[in-house]
């Protein structure tokens, strides 16, 4: 519910609104040519020049300091934000007059020379300004901001308003999106874009959303994954591929997931999961540089993340016997792995598959504790359906995972190209989420596919990385939440 002090300020700034229209003036009708941002204007200010050179900026007032016959402001526009000194003399009575109902949280254009303040702030001397739109509700205190979380999530506009780390990190987003996307494409990759509504939920272990399309009568499902259509552009002779596009799967929140995020998932043809390697790690150096500026960086505990050189490589098998302490871990029973996670404390369903055990072992005691870069190899081949079988030991999958603190960033395989193996390994699987068996996949199998590596990366866990970020929901503009 509204609070009240809130309540009486929206029927005040109404009433302002109803003056303004009664005088012939609606501020929702105005536009204004906005020529420079403000940081663009103040890198106009050249303190050797003999003119104070003049720009025409627009932007939402944050800061109003009424000192009777001038005033000085601050707007926040896309850039950041500009100061501007409002005299009365300078602009006019009427005109000051009409000003002096300004409030915080308008949105303001105005135009005039730069010169600087006694305290060495570049500011903006009005010479014209213009009213163009009337914010009806306040902004939050100015000093606290939006603090409660639910708040920040579901006003996600006002976080942005007044949050400056906020607004921050979703530039941030949209750079990292961008050079991704850049590095792909010096690298030939082509960019695709393949079905969100797919008839089979295939791809990964995942339960999906469901609708009913009417025009054809049958239900559809949300993609949890964009490995199988990708995969069929391999067949299609598309040697290198990649999409950036929205992911969607019906299971839980928490701080690192999301039921709709966003992926981008990437293939090459001729390569394997060394060659993902390269190229994973290649790509995130080059963000660290491009977007961020340095390799080392820090999550928000405050440790220190190196990014930078070679990375650690480990075997899967090898981390889960240092985390048992059990050197015959692989050839224990079921039972024997249940007592063991019970003596460490970890708490496993009973019912679950023997493979399942181990991952359990490794959620739990292991990944959390890869905080620097480390590539974790050849986990078992009942984990995923969708890679190579180990030539020296059947019982891996050639794959890695990417794990930078302590989680997964990215998978990526050698890709199975052998569709009677495909077909065995769909059909085996097990696990709480089955994959189903897309048989037109299998079909497009068939004509062949030539070998390949293939990379899966999600984009908000990169950015929580990249930015120090606690919660996935504060990389992702508007979360899933319940509805009011």
Same mark, same amino acid.
Request: contains cysteine.
């Given at each position: 519910?509204?609070?009240?002090?809130?309540s009486?300020?929206?029927?005040?700034?109404?009433?302002?609104?109803q003056?303004m229209? &009664?005088?012939?003036?609606?501020?929702f009708?105005?536009?204004?040519?906005?020529?420079?941002?403000s940081?663009?204007?103040?890198? #106009?200010?050249?303190?050797?020049?003999? %003119?104070?050179?003049?720009? =025409?900026?627009?932007?939402?007032?944050?800061?109003?300091?009424?000192?009777?016959?001038?005033?000085?402001?601050?707007?926040?526009?896309?850039?950041?934000?500009? &100061?501007?000194?409002?005299?009365?003399?300078?602009? +006019?009575?009427?005109?000051?007059?009409?000003?002096?109902?300004?409030?915080? $949280?308008?949105?303001?254009?105005?135009?005039?020379?730069?010169?600087?303040?006694?305290?060495?702030?570049?500011?903006?001397?009005v010479?014209?300004?213009?009213?163009?739109?009337k914010?009806?509700?306040?902004l939050?205190?100015?000093?606290?901001?939006?603090?409660?979380? %639910?708040?920040?999530y579901?006003?996600?506009?006002?976080d #942005?308003?007044?949050?400056?780390?906020?607004?921050?990190?979703?530039?941030?987003?949209?750079?990292?999106?961008?050079e991704?996307?850049?590095?792909?494409?010096?690298?030939?990759?082509?960019e695709?874009e393949?079905?969100?509504?797919q008839?089979?939920? $295939?791809?990964?272990?995942?339960? *999906?959303?469901?609708?009913?399309m009417?025009?054809?009568?049958?239900?559809?499902?949300?993609?949890?994954?964009?490995?199988?259509y990708?995969?069929?552009?391999?067949v299609?002779g598309?040697?290198?591929?990649?999409?950036?596009?929205?992911?969607?799967r019906? %299971?839980g929140?928490?701080?690192?997931?999301?039921?709709?995020?966003?992926?981008?998932?990437?293939?090459?043809?001729?390569?394997?999961?060394?060659?993902?390697?390269?190229?994973?790690?290649?790509?995130?150096?080059? #963000?660290?540089?491009?977007?961020?500026?340095?390799?080392?960086?820090?999550?928000?505990?405050?440790?220190?993340?190196?990014?930078g050189?070679?990375?650690?490589?480990?075997?899967?098998?090898?981390?889960?016997?240092?985390?048992?302490?059990?050197?015959?871990?692989?050839?224990?029973?079921?039972?024997?792995? #249940?007592?063991?996670?019970?003596?460490?404390g970890?708490e496993?369903?009973?019912?679950?598959?023997?493979?399942?055990?181990?991952?359990?072992?490794?959620?739990?005691?292991?990944?959390?504790?890869?905080? &620097?870069?480390?590539?974790?190899?050849?986990?078992?081949?009942?984990?995923?359906?969708?890679?190579?079988?180990?030539k020296?030991d059947?019982?891996?999958?050639?794959?890695?995972?990417?794990?930078?603190?302590?989680?997964?960033?990215?998978?990526?395989?050698?890709?199975?190209?052998?569709?009677?193996?495909?077909?065995?390994?769909?059909?085996?699987?097990?696990?709480?989420?089955? &994959?189903?068996v897309?048989?037109?996949?299998?079909?497009?199998?068939?004509?062949?596919? *030539?070998?390949?590596?293939?990379? +899966?990366? $999600?984009?908000?866990?990169?950015?929580?990385?990249?930015? +120090?970020? =606690?919660?996935?929901?504060?990389?992702?503009?508007? *979360?899933?939440?319940?509805?009011?």
């Amino acid at each position: 519910m509204e609070n009240t002090n809130t309540s009486d300020l929206f029927a005040v700034r109404s009433a302002k609104l109803q003056a303004m229209r &009664q005088a012939g003036f609606d501020p929702f009708s105005q536009n204004w040519e906005q020529k420079q941002t403000s940081l663009e204007a103040k890198a #106009l200010f050249d303190d050797t020049a003999e %003119e104070e050179p003049g720009v =025409s900026v627009a932007g939402r007032i944050l800061v109003f300091r009424d000192m009777g016959k001038a005033c000085f402001i601050k707007i926040l526009d896309r850039a950041g934000e500009i &100061q501007a000194y409002v005299k009365r003399d300078e602009i +006019g009575e009427s005109a000051y007059e009409a000003f002096k109902q300004y409030d915080i $949280g308008d949105i303001i254009g105005f135009e005039g020379p730069l010169f600087k303040t006694k305290t060495g702030e570049i500011t903006v001397r009005v010479k014209t300004m213009c009213l163009l739109s009337k914010a009806l509700r306040p902004l939050p205190e100015k000093w606290h901001g939006l603090v409660d979380n %639910e708040a920040i999530y579901r006003q996600r506009y006002l976080d #942005l308003i007044c949050n400056a780390e906020s607004r921050k990190r979703m530039f941030l987003r949209s750079q990292i999106i961008r050079e991704i996307r850049q590095f792909l494409w010096n690298r030939d990759f082509i960019e695709v874009e393949t079905p969100m509504l797919q008839s089979v939920a $295939g791809g990964a272990a995942a339960r *999906p959303f469901t609708t009913h399309m009417n025009a054809l009568d049958c239900d559809f499902y949300l993609r949890i994954s964009l490995e199988l259509y990708l995969k069929r552009l391999l067949v299609a002779g598309v040697d290198r591929v990649f999409e950036l596009g929205r992911n969607f799967r019906n %299971e839980g929140l928490s701080r690192r997931h999301n039921p709709e995020f966003t992926m981008i998932e990437l293939y090459q043809a001729y390569s394997d999961f060394r060659g993902m390697m390269r190229l994973i790690r290649d790509l995130i150096q080059h #963000l660290c540089k491009t977007v961020i500026g340095a390799t080392q960086i820090k999550n928000y505990e405050g440790v220190t993340i190196d990014l930078g050189g070679e990375w650690r490589e480990v075997r899967y098998k090898d981390l889960i016997i240092e985390a048992t302490q059990d050197p015959q871990w692989f050839s224990r029973t079921k039972a024997e792995k #249940l007592q063991k996670c019970a003596e460490l404390g970890i708490e496993v369903n009973p019912d679950i598959e023997d493979f399942e055990v181990t991952k359990n072992v490794y959620e739990k005691c292991v990944e959390p504790n890869l905080i &620097q870069p480390t590539f974790v190899t050849h986990i078992q081949k009942e984990l995923c359906p969708l890679a190579k079988i180990n030539k020296a030991d059947n019982s891996v999958i050639d794959v890695f995972e990417l794990c930078i603190n302590g989680q997964e960033i990215a998978p990526a395989y050698s890709e199975q190209n052998d569709p009677f193996i495909q077909r065995t390994m769909f059909e085996a699987q097990a696990g709480e989420d089955q &994959q189903a068996v897309d048989q037109d996949f299998l079909k497009a199998l068939e004509h062949g596919m *030539p070998p390949a590596g293939g990379l +899966g990366m $999600g984009i908000d866990r990169l950015v929580i990385l990249l930015t +120090g970020a =606690s919660n996935i929901r504060d990389t992702i503009l508007f *979360p899933s939440l319940r509805p009011e």
